[in-house]
């Protein structure tokens, strides 16, 4: 998804149409009576017809008078004595722009707003009349007017100004802290969670519930899949948003909520309450006899997902809601899916960063209207009949006030996939950085790549005014620091393949100790002779190693995927002789124990 601040700018599009220019800006309005505190209003206008002042203290403050009863096509609509040094508001219809200020301009007023029901849109008119008129005209939403008269009466001034946007608004700051922080936590805790699965010998309570997630490792074939289905889902959702988007929220709220649980249920296990388990039922799922604790903390996350669903269209605080259940679901799935190599990681990373850029930057030249597919999903379509937003962006309101952030933008947006697609080479890092005990440089040096590509994204961002492809930026700095790295540790063979994963790597030994072979147990019967041709007994859980001197064995930690019967049952480790010739008890010894696995 594109970093962006906000729905996509439709009117500088506008913009480059012959003789019509259009701008953001704001009408600041006060009672006259000075009781009240003054509010902006957002406002759309021309500067080709007359410029306005960007410092509101330049701005002259002026009489609005309310003529929205007549849309000032003729002469008969002006009032008696004119509009002497006013603001007139005006309804829009019936004749062009140029027939409405004209006819202010003629009869005195300083300025012109046009209350407009429908879409605001910008004032036009040629080259000739540009020239003939010298008083702004701006349009001024239907609901903006009432709101005036509500809120000051009719009694009012008002003073037209369109202050310059900030460079970079401080809300980036946030974003920067969240998505940096939501890679660097998943990734630690996805790579620690995966050697353990992989190393350590797990403990399940009584078999009734298990404490970990499955992961699914990611194959090529999948990487191929996920991307056509994006493809698919963008451009769907572009041509029947109004139809798809309900869909997606109600797919956010459930993912959201798996993944708060996920996120929340290790911090659960650790409170002493709610031990107790439900009673014996034939319900689903709660034939298993979850914990009442966990079953809890299963009502609290559904109720926060149903929460925000219920008031996502809240400005004021829904967006903390959206970015709690946003950061959760990225931590959930950065523990669920694993990139078992390198070579997977780039893949995936150079087919995303290509369908990024393309929905971005190509896009515009294909759709008719010069829209960014990816920029107007994200954003949602300005013509939406449900106004509706996808869901599936961190967004924090702007901190600083601007006409923008008025008008049009109020949030600046990072899609969930500029934190996900990062966050999963930096979590092979942290795996990588484990087996080859490395002191997590790997692990350290792509968060910090990942942070620095999200601020070249922000600058990009602020130079060029418009949404930009965050993967244009993240996949360079995140795969090109990994490869660096790898190339100067020369580990960039084991670092491709991802071998240190499987047995390629030696392990470190954890008990190295002669120790004599146990007794049999008189019950355990007769153990049968070992094959003449057999050159070594192995145990299924022991590594054995022959160097030159006396053998030691090595225990070797149980895989996760051991069957319970061999997990349960005690080996104890033995020696075996260096020579070929075999003691022949220590072989009745090892066998009994390989039959007893068995």
Not at 81 to 93: A, D, K, T
Not at 118 to 134: H, K, M
Not at 186 to 193: F, I, K, Q
Not at 575 to 584: I, M, R, S, T
Request: with cysteine; charged share 20%.
């Amino acid at each position: 998804m594109a970093a962006e601040r906000g729905r996509p700018r439709l009117w500088l599009l506008l913009c480059l149409l012959p003789q019509v220019c259009c701008e953001y800006g704001m009408v600041h309005v006060l009672s006259e009576k000075g009781s009240s505190k003054g509010k902006d209003y957002c406002i759309l206008f021309n500067s080709q017809w007359a410029h306005l002042p960007h410092d509101l203290g330049k701005a002259s403050l002026l009489q609005l008078q309310d003529q929205t009863a007549s849309v000032l096509c003729s002469p008969s609509d002006v009032p008696d004595g004119g509009f002497n040094n006013q603001i007139p508001m005006v309804m829009r219809g019936n004749c062009t722009f140029y027939e409405k200020v004209r006819l202010a301009q003629i009869n005195g007023a300083r300025g012109l707003l046009i209350v407009s029901r429908e879409r605001l849109v910008p004032p036009g008119g040629n080259r000739s009349q540009y020239e003939e008129i010298d008083i702004p005209v701006a349009l001024l939403s239907y609901t903006d007017m009432l709101d005036i008269g509500k809120s000051f009466g009719s009694s009012v001034k008002g003073a037209m100004y369109a202050p310059n946007e900030p460079v970079l608004d401080y809300n980036m700051v946030i974003i920067f802290v969240m998505a940096v922080g939501t890679v660097a936590i998943g990734g630690y805790w996805a790579g620690s969670r995966d050697v353990k699965k992989r190393y350590m010998k797990h403990k399940r309570d009584d078999g009734a519930e298990k404490h970990d997630d499955e992961t699914v490792d990611v194959t090529p074939i999948m990487i191929c899949v996920f991307v056509v289905m994006c493809c698919s889902m963008l451009v769907l959702l572009y041509f029947f948003y109004d139809h798809l988007v309900y869909v997606i929220i109600g797919i956010f709220c459930l993912a959201a909520s798996i993944g708060l649980y996920s996120c929340l249920s290790p911090f659960v296990r650790r409170f002493p309450l709610g031990k107790c388990r439900i009673p014996d039922n034939n319900l689903p799922y709660f034939h298993k006899r979850p914990q009442v604790r966990m079953l809890v903390l299963a009502v609290f996350c559904i109720s926060v997902s149903v929460v925000w669903g219920i008031f996502r269209n809240e400005d004021q605080w829904a967006w903390v809601l959206q970015d709690a259940l946003g950061i959760a679901f990225c931590l959930y799935m950065l523990k669920t899916i694993r990139l078992p190599t390198f070579k997977g990681c780039t893949l995936l990373l150079l087919v995303l960063f290509v369908y990024d850029v393309f929905f971005v930057f190509i896009t515009p030249f294909l759709t008719k209207t010069g829209e960014s597919i990816m920029v107007e999903v994200a954003a949602g379509p300005s013509d939406s009949a449900t106004h509706e937003k996808l869901p599936m962006v961190l967004k924090v309101p702007r901190l600083n006030s601007s006409p923008l952030a008025l008008c049009d933008r109020p949030f600046s947006l990072l899609g969930f996939g500029d934190i996900l697609v990062p966050g999963l080479l930096v979590a092979y890092c942290h795996r990588f950085d484990i087996q080859v005990q490395s002191s997590r440089v790997y692990f350290v040096a792509c968060t910090i790549a990942y942070g620095i590509g999200l601020l070249v994204t922000f600058v990009a961002l602020a130079l060029m005014q418009m949404g930009q492809p965050a993967l244009l930026y993240l996949v360079p700095c995140t795969l090109l620091t990994s490869f660096a790295v790898a190339l100067w540790r020369k580990e960039l063979g084991m670092f491709w393949t991802g071998s240190g994963f499987a047995k390629d790597l030696p392990q470190p030994p954890l008990v190295i100790a002669p120790v004599s072979c146990p007794e049999l147990p008189k019950d355990s019967g007769s153990v049968p002779d070992p094959p003449p041709d057999t050159e070594q007994v192995t145990n299924p859980t022991l590594h054995v190693e022959e160097p030159h001197g006396p053998t030691t064995a090595t225990e070797e930690p149980t895989d996760t995927n051991t069957n319970t019967d061999q997990s349960e049952i005690p080996i104890a480790p033995s020696e075996e002789p260096a020579g070929q010739n075999k003691d022949d008890a220590e072989n009745k010894c090892l066998n009994a124990e390989q039959n007893q696995t068995e």
